[in-house]
């Protein structure tokens, strides 16, 4: 073999070698960024889901409390809904894909916080249930859990192919 050949060979190899170390370090800041982003979110998330379970048990717990009662306790599950929000959106990621999926996120969170409002609004309303006022609340709580289930799953759907793009595996699931 020439020495020419010889070091071409060479240069071919560590250029291989060279954008191989690239792709792994890519993949490992894109990893690091990933798992970045999910332990700022899963606070939020865990937040956000005790609300769900104690508004799914407020009148269970309490059966036999006043409206002023369950009016005191949907305004404080307003604010929090309303602070994990606010803090979910300040998350901060250079990565623009993660980004799409911050933003992608924000309507779910969001969709809670406009279901406790709408059960709020409904828990003030002093008419009666059949009367259409009373169903636009209703309707916006529906429309609020439905937006919900298709930000859920628009996000899954974005982690999907950014894992699988950069060849990452989710733990825990």
């Known amino acids: ?24 370090s890519e993949s ?3 990893r690091d960024a990933f798992n970045a982003f999910i332990g700022a979110v899963n606070p939020h998330i865990t937040a956000s889901d005790a609300l769900v379970d104690r508004n799914a048990n407020l009148s269970k717990d309490h059966p036999d409390q006043s409206q002023e009662f369950f009016l005191a306790e949907l305004t404080a599950i ?4 309303r602070s994990i929000l606010d803090q979910f959106k300040s998350i901060a990621t250079d990565d623009a894909e993660i980004v799409a999926m911050r933003d992608q996120l924000t ?3 969001a969709s809670r916080h406009e279901y406790y ?6 828990t003030r309303y002093e008419g009666e249930t059949e009367d259409p006022e009373y169903q636009v609340f209703v309707n916006k709580a529906n429309d609020a859990v439905a937006a919900g289930k298709v930000a859920q799953e628009q996000f899954i759907a974005l982690r999907t192919d950014y894992l ?7 733990k825990g699931e």
């Open 1 to 24: 073999m020439s020495k020419t050949f010889k070091n071409l060979l060479g240069l071919v190899f560590l250029a291989l070698f060279g954008f191989g170390m690239y792709q792994g």
């Open 28 to 30: 490992d800041a894109r």
């Open 78 to 81: 307003v604010a929090e809904s």
């Open 107 to 109: 309507p779910y969170f």
């Open 117 to 122: 409002e709408a059960l709020l609004a409904m």
């Open 164 to 170: 699988s793009k950069y060849n990452l595996e989710l």
